[in-house]
């Protein structure tokens, strides 16, 4: 008897361990994925350049570091670093308008804040959303072409 007790314990645990493998035993949902392929139609906004080329390049580093087995916010700050000089110029851009140096309530959490402010919260929170996204999505990573994602400008 206590035999298929021993025996009955360990097909428990390794059902235990099966249901532990993969992302913690979830299904992916990859319609929640960017089409790289895709062609852009949709015009940029005047003014918006160096927020749209920010979110381009947070998007696809995001989708090129999501594999890492880091922890989702470590790979969100590489992801920031490594759009560092797209940031830079939406700042420069924001910098060079009227008004620019004053301080403003922000929308999202009542706090006084600057764009500078709003524009690196704005990176590093697209950062972590498509770092998750494309792991719950397990989505594919944008092409390559020395060493960085293709369509970053």
Not at 107 to 117: D, F, H, I, V, W
Not at 129 to 143: D, E, L, N, T
Request: glycine residues 10%; positive net charge.
């Amino acid at each position: 008897m206590s035999r298929k007790l021993t025996m009955a314990a360990i097909g428990m645990g390794a059902l235990a361990l099966g249901a532990c493998s993969g992302r913690h035993g979830m299904a992916s949902n990859p319609k929640v994925c960017a089409d790289f392929r895709a062609t852009k139609t949709a015009p940029v906004v005047p003014g918006s350049e160096g927020a749209s080329a920010t979110d381009e390049c947070v998007k696809r580093w995001a989708y090129s570091l999501a594999s890492s087995r880091d922890d989702a916010g470590v790979v969100a700050n590489a992801v920031v670093a490594a759009c560092g000089s797209q940031l830079s110029r939406w700042n420069e851009q924001a910098v060079n308008q009227p008004g620019s140096d004053v301080q403003a309530t922000s929308m999202t959490t009542g706090e006084p804040t600057t764009p500078l402010a709003e524009h690196n919260a704005f990176t590093n929170a697209r950062a972590l959303f498509y770092v998750v996204q494309a792991r719950a999505g397990r989505c594919s990573a944008p092409p390559m072409k020395d060493g960085a994602p293709e369509g970053i400008g």
